[in-house]
């Protein structure tokens, strides 16, 4: 009989060990669970505020780059190789723009003005053209310091954006291969412009992770609107690959 006893103590203590096993086992695994459940949480919370970021550098950079291709524009017109036909061109609409707007003051408040008024007005524009025109290397190397520091306000703000970008949308761009801009674009409801889009995955096309099908438009030299109005006829043939 005590031997018999012993033998069921043993066997109950072997049993309350196994449940307490599996207690801490079923206690182990919750642990582990809620921790991959919080871990998904922060990860997508962190992605989240990443996107918020690109979206944000995003608009930077597009203002950017508007006011930089608005600078350029200037500066060809106005200081390119055929500028001094636009100056004296505009000189000439500003003889005309004065001589009406004394014709209008003499008729309207009725003021006479003699023929030398006339040539004194005259004269006087005349020169504040030729000191404007001496100055226009002056005032062009004013532009082109201005072009020169919007550009490397563009570029960073550029490689700021393809910095957030490797933890956000080239993941989810590899994760969705093949993909089309088109589908891209509507995957962020709009909220990235085509052509940035089209700029960040170039990089990538560039490093040889992503495989461009079709065609490759250069939207790095066309005015924003311009880039976004033809990649936009484009957008559903051009379809990314990933290669990793």
């Not at 006479?112 to 006339?118: A, E, I, N, R, V």
């Not at 889009?197 to 609107?225: M, N, T, W, Y």
Request: charged letters at 25%; hydrophobic letters at 45%; proline letters at 2%.
């Amino acid at each position: 009989m005590p031997s018999m006893l012993r033998t069921e103590d043993i066997h109950n203590e072997n049993s309350n060990v196994e449940d307490i096993n599996i207690v801490e086992d079923i206690h182990n695994e919750n642990s582990r669970a809620k921790t991959i459940r919080n871990a998904h949480v922060d990860n997508s919370q962190q992605r989240t505020k990443l996107y918020e970021l690109l979206e944000q550098r995003e608009q930077c950079w597009w203002q950017a780059r508007q006011q930089l291709i608005t600078q350029k524009e200037r500066k060809i017109v106005w200081y390119g190789e055929n500028s001094l036909m636009m100056w004296l061109l505009w000189q000439l609409v500003g003889y005309v723009v004065v001589a009406m707007v004394l014709m209008l003051l003499n008729n309207v408040l009725d003021i006479s003005l003699t023929l030398w008024h006339y040539f004194a007005l005259f004269v006087l524009q005349t020169v504040i053209f030729i000191f404007m025109l001496a100055a226009k290397g002056r005032t062009a190397s004013t532009l082109q310091r201005k072009i020169d520091k919007d550009e490397m306000v563009r570029e960073e703000t550029f490689n700021e954006m393809a910095i957030l970008a490797e933890d956000s949308l080239y993941p989810d761009v590899h994760v969705n291969s093949p993909i089309s801009l088109r589908q891209l674009h509507e995957y962020f409801d709009g909220r990235f412009h085509l052509a940035t889009l089209h700029c960040l995955l170039q990089k990538e096309v560039d490093a040889g992770r992503l495989v461009l099908g079709e065609q490759q438009i250069d939207a790095k030299i066309l005015p924003p609107d311009l880039a976004d109005d033809e990649l936009d006829e484009h957008a559903s043939e051009m379809i990314y690959k990933s290669t990793l």
